[in-house]
């Protein structure tokens, strides 16, 4: 059975930094693309960033230089650091593992920015 569970979610003020983590079983992690998605009640959800098997990543114009994403392909974790967080990085954010046809998703963790 394939999981994906994120944590590392919580309220924070900003201009703070939260770092949220994607722990995969029932897969073989390091064949798999992983990206992290956030959506707003209301609001389509939304490629955050992304990293593929070689490691090469991309991120949304609004997270450059704000955010970084990683994997560990030992412990079949993918990472999300959030620096300078901002009011309009409050969302649920989500991981997603995809290979081929194959689509994973997490269940999301909630990201609060206070300002």
């Known amino acids: 059975q394939v999981q994906l569970v994120e944590s590392g979610g919580g309220l924070v003020q900003a201009g703070g930094s ?11 992690f390091g064949s798999f693309a992983i990206g992290w998605y956030r959506q707003v009640p209301g609001k389509q959800r939304e490629l955050v960033a992304d990293i593929s098997t070689g490691s090469r990543t991309n991120y949304a114009d609004s997270v450059k230089g ?11 974790t993918a990472f999300l650091q959030m620096n300078s967080l901002r009011p ?20 999301g963790t909630q990201v609060t920015v206070s300002s």
């Open 88 to 107: 309009e990085d409050t969302a649920v954010y989500s991981c997603n593992a995809r290979k081929w046809d194959y689509t994973y998703w997490g269940q």
């Open 18 to 28: 939260l770092r949220l983590s994607c722990a995969a079983s029932g897969i073989t």
């Open 66 to 76: 704000r955010f970084t994403i990683s994997r560990d392909n030992a412990n079949n």
